[in-house]
């Protein structure tokens, strides 16, 4: 089913809602959240551009047109292959120098998420800036182009865009960027110029990093911040620094996973996950059935178990070793029954004599190109719009990510999560994440790259993915739209796809034990190199997305 870009990319524009249709291309592929973003992917590609360029471009065009998940004050991770080998890029969002692990103890509730303190020193322009300097290949300004015509002459709001705004009016710290100037709401299709965010743009363009993390936007950051409660400072923003980082590999069906390591958890909850999947054979069992979706139910609470012992690898000792030992995993393996949920208890925070060091909403969208280069980037504001505060000199929302962290022990965060002391809050730290950019060869060349955003549900719906394309050979669209479980270990609850699965499925999955809620869960954006060797790309239904190769 070969289609041309144009043709695609005009269909999604006019589509009222996401097209779920494999795009097959030549040279590139991407799928992405926004059919803006695979428009500037073709014009980078057109003019000379690598992945990594289509890749620095999309991410731009996202900070413009999906400001809700991806505007420039969030943070996100990247899973790169480039030249010979695969690298992570971690541009997460870090904690001011002035918050510790007793910073929100006294603060209210909603501090970690709706305040001044809820924001985490952004990563992304960093990041994008990191990327491009080591493996771009066109001129910095020119990858820049699209994104900054998009701010400054405009570009028609989605449905999406105008749910995600509508629904934040009353919390975003400026009304004057996302609403019309009689403060009324846009409509679908509306045209929303960015004057503000151009400029910053531009003196990204001009200044590089500089231009955001110096300067006049700095200075409106900080302002903004301060005003809204926090502590970050301009030698924060200075400090910012990118890390790259070795991936986590994991062997699967023959393929061999390139998985984010820490800060995220996605790697390990993933690395664990499949190779439960590969002890108890689940491909044996009926795709789809009430065995298969108990047994995936199973494997994810044993494997997220884990996620609660992590942290920062630069402040906190990750005990990925004892986590991912062949004991341990046999005795996990060993706990599974097919009958009945068996719940395990919470791992102690000691485990694998766990030691501290001594000082020493998201989105997601995937790049491959005809020569194995492939991008796969998750960034995210954390929340809707972030913490709601808004940079409004600069165009700029910013994040809510400190919420991330363990800000209360034993109390769960805006996810449900219950996380551990190596996440506690610390100034300089980076909290932890689900987010699950990944990659995967097979004879050293890139076959996939996938990712999502959504939480912790981000690594279940990566998990199902791959083992429905790798381990049952699913094509990619179909593996994508199957109806998904997520369980999380904490709370003991298995979501499952709002209305994707009979009633008769859900009263077996409870009979087993399960304590059921419906709920809405992760999207995907995949490429891949097919069995024919042709780039295809697909994007989530539960979500606006596009798709393009040229
Ligand atoms: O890093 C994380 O795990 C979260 N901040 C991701 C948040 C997210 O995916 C929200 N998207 N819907």
Redesign the pocket.
Known sequence: MKKSCALLISLVLLAPMSWAIPAEGHKIMVAGPSPYAVDVAKKVSQMGGNAVDVAVAVAFTLSVTSPY?AALGGGGFALVKAKDSVEALDFRETAPAAYTKDSFAGLEKNASTDTGHAVGVPGIPAGLFALHKKHGKLPWARVLEGPIALAEKGFQVSGEWVRRTESEKSRLTSKKLFFTKEGKSYLPGDILKQPELARTLKKIRSQKEAGFYKGEVARDIVASVQKAGGKMSLEDLKNYKVRWLQPLEADYAGYRLYLMPPPSSGGLVIKTALNLIEKINLTQVPALSVDELHLLAEIQARAYRGRALLGDPDFHKNPLENLLSESYLSELSRSIRKEKVTTLAALPENFGADTKKEHT??THFSVIDADGSAVAMTV?L?GNYGSGVIAEKSGVALNN?MD?FTTRPNEPNMFGLIQGLGNVVEGGKRPL???SPTLVTKDSKVVMALGA????R?ISAVLQVLYRVLGRGTDVDSAIQAPRVHHQFQPNTLFVDKDKLPPETLQALRVRGHMIEESTLAKVYAVRVNKAGILEGAFDLRGEGAAGGF
């Open positions: 998940y909403e998201t995210t954390n990510e991330d994440s689900s987010m955003p959504g939480g912790p981000i």
